[in-house]
């Protein structure tokens, strides 16, 4: 064991004052051995149980409850009880409907009740920095405003049924490569700005109960002992006052672990951690305090699991509330539907026409990808196969299928030409591509963005017989469709759309949904153009983050890149006409007002983003922020009216030497927007700053000094007799 990095000496964090469920109590008729064996897990997935202390169950679980009742692991290799799998983060961020996010946190908590678990491990919310990063699929975007909105929905809708979330990886887990030691390099303001505020806007709003360490260092400091994170910033700072857990074998020190803020240690049994704990505060070398604070936190949030089990139950005439899966898989299919994001459509190929001929191409057709590997594998209660939902469309228009790869050396020319030959005598072509599960999943990183080459290959053959190709892409993250677009006429990405993706997209390709979703991250035209290129992955245990905080589409704008599809974007078969906008001051924030007009022939969904400038800005700024989103649903012809709130914190950057979030003053810029690149309507707002605070010391220049109200009176009183000398 290593040793701590700081005294016993630290001040450990308070326990919470107050005791409404006797846990408290009960915690404090423990020996200082039951204490530390509270402090971890009795098993793979539950905690220990003592008198006025119920075990507590925890799962796997950001979009299904991966609740194993046989063998247990971490990885998703071993089988697990069937629940719904819904969209994972990647694809839901893209429907940018924050109260679909709220439903399926709801249905989730469902599920999660009636399989006795406590505490359902996600919504994972770290920034998708680079797109190599093999777990992108679990997160939501490149922009910590839209992650932060999408995720507090999640908790929400989760904690009102009666079960705790875990907001995961704290902090800056940004790959998988080497992800057990390597140290995430970080300045203070990107750390603010990008890493944590998403954190810091689902811990103060949405009250999760368990924050989870990640397994990376954060500047030099493993996660799990890093006390400037998870008690002088998580708790001190931000108010959290749930239990602080780690991540499946992430604690190296458990002793170092506890001092820093940690509660809980999983998974179990951890027989001699436990004792190092009872011997270091033995010896003096850990507050016993430290030690009563994590046994506490952890049998407060047992018994509030138990509580908001009994609560549900109770409801529904104290028994176990049987869960409607045909209800939960319908609410999945509307999600994938929303999240799909059509991002071409040249002459209008989309959507078809009935009676059109078409061929269906790629083995995702009967097989379709719609979940990550790892630990968030979920085995579904069902699934809708996208070359059936076709079909069953389709009606009595013919329909042909062919896999076109897959089937090894000797057998992958007769699979190519039977895919040439269905789509020369078809009228449209449509091919299903993306990336296989073992070259996207948790523990690897992708070393580039290309789609697998034989898809590559196939997609050509295609072409040459074909002028008419509808590409469907099945991918968690970003893809390089440099290949893609000189032979598509058409292209949606469906990201992963979890068990209803199927009849999503079938609806989706024949008109039966209009496609509203929106791009949570940029496509850039070349992997190089990535911000973060030449800074991933880590190397020699440290990965820099050199780009600071020109992340996603910060970093294309900020350094004037040209992308292949920017943020925000997403087409539809309708058109949208933005009419007007305003911005009021209102109680700590403002309130756009956009009138929004459907100038097509569809209803359709469209997505408004609101983005924030400030063009004389005397900070290091991206030239455009995401700072508000809302949506408005229009019949042909209709005209509606869409408020979006706009709060004072998303205008506020980390001043490093302030030590605090300030609000620069200035004409600000704000534009109602179809994406991060199409601005369609903008107005300028005079905005008061923040007072910024002024350390003075003997390296400060006069008119720092002079900027400082104190200091100001006493230079006065040094330099009026010299002016008066002067004169």
Same mark, same amino acid.
């Given at each position: 064991m290593r040793s701590g990095t700081e005294s016993s000496a630290s001040a450990a964090p308070p326990v919470p004052v107050g005791d409404p469920t006797g846990a408290d109590q009960a915690v404090a008729d423990l020996d200082l051995g039951q204490q530390a064996a509270l402090g971890s897990g009795a098993s793979f997935w539950r905690t220990e149980e003592h008198p006025g202390v119920p075990a507590l169950v925890l799962t796997d679980g950001p979009h299904g409850v991966r609740f194993q009742s046989g063998a247990s692991d971490h990885l998703g290799l071993s089988a697990s009880d069937p629940a719904t799998c819904f969209p994972p983060a990647a694809g839901l961020a893209q429907s940018w409907d924050p109260a679909l996010a709220r439903r399926i946190g709801s249905a989730l908590a469902a599920e999660a009740v009636a399989a006795g678990v406590g505490v359902l491990l996600g919504p994972g919310i770290n920034i998708k920095r680079d797109p190599r990063a093999g777990r992108n699929f679990e997160y939501f975007s490149e922009d910590p405003h839209l992650t932060g909105v999408m995720a507090g929905q999640v908790v929400a809708g989760l904690q009102s049924g009666g079960v705790g979330a875990s907001l995961k990886h704290f902090a800056a887990n940004n790959s998988e490569h080497d992800r057990m030691r390597a140290s995430s390099d970080v300045d203070p303001r990107p750390l603010r700005e990008i890493y944590l505020r998403a954190f810091e806007r689902v811990v103060r709003d949405a009250r999760p109960w368990t924050v989870m360490t990640a397994y990376n260092k954060l500047n030099g400091v493993y996660a799990s002992e890093n006390r400037r994170l998870l008690t002088e910033l998580l708790r001190d700072e931000w108010g959290f006052d749930g239990a602080v857990i780690s991540d499946w074998g992430a604690v190296v020190d458990r002793v170092a672990s506890v001092r820093a803020g940690l509660d809980l240690q999983m998974p179990g049994p951890a027989g001699l951690d436990d004792a190092d704990v009872v011997r270091a505060v033995e010896r003096g070398e850990l507050d016993r305090a430290h030690a009563l604070r994590a046994a506490t936190a952890v049998a407060r949030l047992a018994v509030r699991a138990r509580n908001g089990r009994q609560a549900v139950r109770a409801d529904a005439g104290h028994r176990a509330a049987p869960v409607d899966h045909a209800a939960h898989h319908d609410l999945a299919r509307e999600a994938a539907e929303s999240s799909i994001v059509l991002l071409a459509n040249d002459g209008g190929l989309l959507p078809l026409s009935p009676g059109t001929g078409v061929a269906v191409i790629g083995s995702f057709a009967r097989e379709p990808r719609f979940q990550g590997g790892g630990s968030s594998h979920v085995t579904p209660t069902r699934v809708d196969v996208p070359l059936t939902e076709i079909r069953r469309i389709a009606g009595d228009a013919r329909v042909t299928h062919a896999t076109g790869v897959g089937g090894g050396d000797d057998d992958e020319d007769l699979l190519l030409a039977e895919a040439v030959a269905i789509a020369s005598d078809a009228e449209v072509a449509v091919l299903m591509l993306g990336l296989t599960d073992d070259q996207e999943s948790e523990g690897v990183d992708r070393q580039h963005i290309d789609l697998p080459e034989d898809q590559l290959r196939l997609l050509e053959a295609v072409a040459a017989v074909q002028d008419r190709i509808v590409v469907i892409l099945s991918a968690g993250?970003?893809?390089?469709?440099?290949?893609?677009?000189?032979?598509?006429?058409?292209?949606?990405?469906?990201?992963?759309?979890?068990?209803?993706?199927?009849?999503?997209?079938?609806?989706?390709?024949?008109?039966?949904?209009?496609?509203?979703?929106?791009?949570?991250?940029?496509?850039?035209?070349?992997?190089?153009?990535?911000?973060? @290129?030449?800074?991933?992955?880590?190397?020699?245990?440290?990965?820099?983050?050199?780009?600071?905080?020109?992340?996603?589409?910060?970093?294309?704008?900020?350094?004037?890149?040209?992308?292949?599809?920017?943020?925000?974007?997403?087409?539809?078969?309708?058109?949208?006409?933005?009419?007007?906008?305003?911005?009021?001051?209102?109680?700590?924030? @403002?309130?756009?007002?956009?009138?929004?007009?459907?100038?097509?022939?569809?209803?359709?969904?469209?997505?408004?983003?609101?983005?924030?400038?400030?063009?004389?800005?005397?900070?290091?700024?991206?030239?455009?922020?995401?700072?508000?989103?809302?949506?408005?649903?229009?019949?042909?012809?209709?005209?509606?009216?869409?408020?979006?709130?706009?709060?004072?914190?998303?205008?506020?950057? @980390?001043?490093?030497?302030?030590?605090?979030?300030?609000?620069?003053?200035?004409?600000?810029?704000?534009?109602?927007?179809?994406?991060?690149?199409?601005?369609?309507?903008?107005?300028?707002?005079?905005?008061?700053?923040?007072?910024?605070?002024?350390?003075?010391?003997?390296?400060?220049?006069?008119?720092?000094?002079?900027?400082?109200?104190?200091?100001?009176?006493?230079?006065?009183?040094?330099?009026?007799?010299?002016?008066?000398?002067?004169?």
């Open positions: 993250s970003v893809v390089d469709l440099s290949p893609v677009v000189p032979h598509a006429t058409a292209i949606v990405s469906g990201a992963l759309l979890g068990q209803g993706g199927g009849r999503a997209l079938a609806r989706v390709l024949y008109g039966h949904a209009t496609p509203s979703g929106r791009l949570a991250e940029t496509v850039p035209l070349r992997i190089e153009d990535v911000p973060s @290129w030449g800074n991933f992955p880590a190397e020699d245990s440290h990965v820099r983050y050199g780009e600071g905080i020109f992340v996603g589409y910060r970093g294309y704008d900020h350094r004037r890149r040209e992308v292949r599809f920017p943020f925000g974007h997403g087409l539809s078969y309708t058109t949208f006409d933005y009419r007007s906008l305003t911005v009021v001051a209102g109680y700590n924030g @403002w309130t756009a007002r956009v009138e929004v007009h459907n100038t097509g022939s569809y209803r359709g969904r469209e997505v408004v983003q609101i983005y924030a400038s400030l063009p004389a800005s005397v900070r290091r700024r991206a030239p455009r922020e995401l700072v508000g989103f809302g949506h408005i649903e229009l019949d042909p012809g209709q005209s509606g009216q869409l408020e979006v709130v706009i709060e004072r914190r998303d205008l506020a950057y @980390w001043d490093e030497p302030a030590g605090c979030w300030l609000v620069e003053g200035g004409e600000y810029v704000f534009a109602a927007a179809a994406s991060s690149r199409d601005l369609r309507i903008e107005v300028s707002v005079p905005i008061d700053g923040d007072p910024r605070p002024v350390r003075i010391d003997l390296d400060s220049t006069i008119s720092e000094a002079m900027a400082d109200p104190d200091a100001r009176l006493i230079l006065d009183e040094v330099f009026r007799p010299l002016a008066a000398n002067a004169g």
